[in-house]
């Protein structure tokens, strides 16, 4: 009694080492699809994250420029300027693309890539907290200017208003150079 094979036997041994690997290659092709799909959805998630923050970028430093210019032109001047701008259409729900995929970051092989841009919504939440308080600060003095017994007041709030507003300037120039180096970093990966 040896070990014999039979004519039948090899072809089973041969069908089912073709049958494993069929299932393998067919894996790999899964496992390649599926990882491809996932770099698209990823790929698709900077470009529509690109997209969100250039609107809101350009919707900030659109409006907020010249006045930036008016208090730099007042600081050089040794006045003490606040910041006469007022801005009502920003809010931190304009981040929607970044809140509502968040989970995606972490999918970003690029580890600069994923630290800039959350360095980026951090400085938006900073400069849009800051631009709100200048906004409340803004209708304080409107509600005192007209009162001359407050003079006292006014220059309070004035002093308050120039005060925030050089910490204004510091984060609108920070969040300014965050999102020039993200669209960088975007422009090579997109």
Same mark, same amino acid.
């Given at each position: 009694?040896?070990? =014999? ?5 090899? /072809?089973?041994?041969?069908?089912g ?5 069929g299932v ?10 599926? #990882? ?14 690109? =997209? =969100? ?6 919707q900030?430093n659109g409006?907020?420029?010249?006045h930036?210019k008016?208090?730099?032109?007042e600081?050089?001047e040794?006045? &003490?300027?606040?910041?006469h701008? !007022?801005?009502?259409?920003?809010? #931190?729900?304009?981040?929607?693309? !970044?809140?509502s995929?968040a989970?995606l970051?972490?999918?970003?092989k690029?580890s600069d890539l994923?630290? &800039?841009?959350? =360095?980026? !919504?951090? /400085? ?6 800051? !631009? #709100? ?11 005192v200017e007209? %009162? ?5 007041l ?22 300014r150079? /965050? ?5 960088? %970093?975007l422009?090579?990966?997109?």
């Amino acid at each position: 009694m040896g070990c =014999e094979f039979s004519l039948s036997d090899t /072809s089973a041994l041969i069908g089912g080492g073709l049958t494993i690997l069929g299932v393998c290659i067919g894996l790999l092709g899964q496992h390649l699809f599926e #990882k491809r799909r996932q770099q698209n959805i990823v790929r698709g998630f900077l470009e529509t994250l690109y =997209e =969100e923050f250039n609107a809101l970028w350009e919707q900030i430093n659109g409006v907020a420029e010249k006045h930036w210019k008016e208090f730099e032109k007042e600081k050089k001047e040794g006045k &003490k300027p606040i910041l006469h701008l !007022y801005l009502v259409s920003i809010s #931190k729900d304009d981040l929607a693309i !970044y809140r509502s995929n968040a989970n995606l970051i972490v999918q970003i092989k690029d580890s600069d890539l994923r630290r &800039k841009i959350v =360095e980026v !919504y951090m /400085s938006f939440q900073a400069l849009i907290e800051g !631009y #709100k308080i200048n906004n409340r600060l803004l209708d304080e003095r409107i509600e005192v200017e007209g %009162m001359l017994e407050n003079e006292a007041l006014l220059e309070q709030i004035s002093s308050e208003l120039h005060n925030r507003a050089l910490d204004l300037e510091r984060k609108h120039d920070d969040f300014r150079q /965050s999102i020039e180096d993200l669209f960088k %970093m975007l422009k090579k990966r997109i």
